[in-house]
């Protein structure tokens, strides 16, 4: 069943069953790529797992320090380019629902502590070890959650890429 949305443009449906959500993810990481999943319980800080589904463009620093996007070349440091794809992303309408899960579409981002290095340049850091990025950001336009204070799994999926 739908949870409506006020602005017209995310669909929230509440899912048959529970999901097992690191099954989803182990059987294909390229579809459900990133599972924030809390071992507590009982705390707001704790109500929600989230599998974010249906990676869009990612913006990434690797460990030599240049920017990579898919959509063209970007200058700056990643915070600034970040800002510039972020407004791009919002000015094209993000979805929105009306507060009944805690995300419908939008970025998840991955920080390093050596990033610091480019907000504070005399910080004192050592360089990034392998091929880890420094940074990256990558698009979602849907998840599927798990409320555990009300006990329900939710999909969350804008407009646009809902089946007809």
Same mark, same amino acid.
């Given at each position: 069943m739908p949870?409506?949305?006020t602005s017209g443009r995310c669909v929230v449906h509440t899912l048959d069953s529970f999901p097992d959500l690191a099954g989803l993810h182990q059987a294909n990481p390229r579809r459900y790529p990133h599972l924030l999943e809390s071992v507590a319980h009982g705390? *707001? =800080? &704790?109500?929600y797992d989230i599998l974010f589904a249906f990676p869009?463009?990612?913006l990434s620093?690797?460990?030599?320090?240049?920017?990579h996007w898919p959509e063209g070349a970007l200058t700056g440091d990643f915070l600034t380019a970040l800002d510039q794809v972020w407004r791009d992303?919002?000015?094209?309408?993000? *979805? =929105? &629902?009306?507060?009944?899960?805690?995300?419908?579409?939008?970025?998840?981002?991955?920080l390093g502590y050596e990033l610091a290095h480019t907000i504070e340049p005399a910080s004192a850091l050592a360089p990034p070890a392998g091929d880890m990025p420094l940074?990256?950001?990558?698009?979602?336009?849907?998840?599927i959650i798990?409320?555990?204070?009300h006990q329900r799994p939710l999909g969350g999926i804008p407009i646009s890429a809902a089946p007809e």
């Open positions: 949870i409506p949305s705390t *707001p =800080q &704790a109500r869009g463009n990612t620093l690797d460990a030599c320090g240049r920017l992303a919002s000015q094209a309408g993000a *979805p =929105q &629902a009306d507060g009944a899960v805690p995300f419908t579409g939008g970025w998840l981002l991955y940074a990256f950001a990558t698009r979602f336009p849907a998840t798990r409320d555990h204070a």
